[in-house]
C-alpha cells in the first residue's frame, strides 16, 4: 500500500538555526499538504502544493513539490521558539488515499 | 472563526466497555472525518464519511467502530467493546464542498484501563 516516509523524526536546533523536513513517497501523489501540531495540540493546515515542481512561501517557511510528485519538503528560515512542534506531511492519491507521514518533531533552543 | 468541536476532552473507560466519542464539525461542511493518533506518533485515518456514508476507511477501522451523523450538527465514532490498544488521542476534521482542506478539532483522549 502506499507509504508516506517523513524525515528526521527529530529535530533540535538553536534559535536563528535553519530547519528542514523531506516528505517521500511510494507512489506518485496527486497533492501533498503540511500541517503543524504544537505539543498537546491538533494537526492545522499550513498548505496544500498540488503541482509538479510547485514552491510555496509563508513567510519564513518554503515548501516545495518535487518534479516526480513523489516528494516534499519544508523548510524554516531562522527558527525561532514558536516554530516548535511536530510537522506532518500528508499525501494524497488521484483516487483519494490520504496518508500521513510519521512527523518530525521539532524543538527550539532559545 | 469557526471551529470543530469534540466532546469529552477526556474519557477514561474500562476494558470492554462501549464509548462513542462527539464532533460538532463545522456548520456548512461536509465531509467529516475521524482520525487516531496513539501518544507519540504520527496521526493515522480512520474513517471518511460524506453523505450519510462511509467514502473511505482505513484497515484499523474494523468491525467495533462506528460512525454515524444522529441529526444535522453532531458526528459520532461509537468503539463497541474497548480494547487497551484503543487508548489514543482521538481527532474529528471537517472540510467544505470546494476546499481540500481539513479543520481538526482539539481532540478526545481515550484511555482504556
Known amino acids: 500500500g502506499q507509504q508516506v516516509m517523513q524525515i528526521p523524526q527529530y529535530q533540535h536546533v538553536q534559535e536563528g538555526e535553519d530547519f528542514t523536513t523531506y516528505c517521500n513517497s511510494s507512489?506518485?501523489?496527486?497533492?501533498i499538504q503540511w500541517y503543524k501540531q504544537r505539543p498537546g495540540g491538533h494537526p492545522v493546515f499550513l498548505i496544500q502544493?498540488?503541482?509538479?515542481?510547485e514552491v510555496k512561501k509563508q513567510k519564513r517557511l518554503t515548501f516545495q513539490f518535487g518534479e516526480a510528485k513523489k516528494n516534499s519538503s519544508l523548510h524554516i528560515t531562522a527558527t525561532q521558539t514558536t516554530d516548535v512542534g511536530t510537522y506532518f506531511c500528508?499525501?494524497?492519491?488521484?483516487?483519494?488515499?490520504?496518508?500521513f507521514g510519521q512527523g518530525t518533531i521539532l524543538t527550539v533552543h532559545p | 472563526e469557526p471551529e470543530v468541536t469534540q466532546t469529552p476532552s477526556h474519557q477514561v473507560t474500562q476494558m470492554g466497555q462501549e464509548v462513542i466519542l462527539r464532533c460538532v464539525p463545522i456548520?456548512?461542511?461536509?465531509?467529516f472525518y475521524w482520525y487516531r493518533q496513539i501518544l507519540g506518533q504520527k496521526v493515522e485515518f480512520l474513517v471518511s464519511?460524506?453523505?450519510?456514508?462511509?467514502?473511505?476507511k482505513s484497515e484499523i477501522f474494523d468491525d467495533q467502530f462506528s460512525v454515524e451523523r444522529p441529526d444535522g450538527s453532531n458526528f459520532t465514532l461509537k468503539i463497541r467493546s474497548t480494547k487497551l490498544e484503543d487508548s489514543a488521542m482521538y481527532f474529528c476534521?471537517?472540510?467544505?464542498?470546494?476546499?481540500?482542506?481539513?479543520?481538526f478539532g482539539a481532540g478526545t483522549r481515550l484511555s482504556v484501563l
Open positions: 476534521a471537517s472540510r467544505g464542498a470546494f476546499r481540500n482542506i481539513q479543520y
Open positions: 507512489t506518485t501523489l496527486s497533492n
Open positions: 502544493l498540488v503541482k509538479s515542481g
Open positions: 500528508r499525501g494524497g492519491t488521484s483516487y483519494g488515499k490520504l496518508t
Open positions: 456548520s456548512n461542511h461536509l465531509y
Open positions: 464519511f460524506y453523505n450519510n456514508e462511509i467514502s473511505e
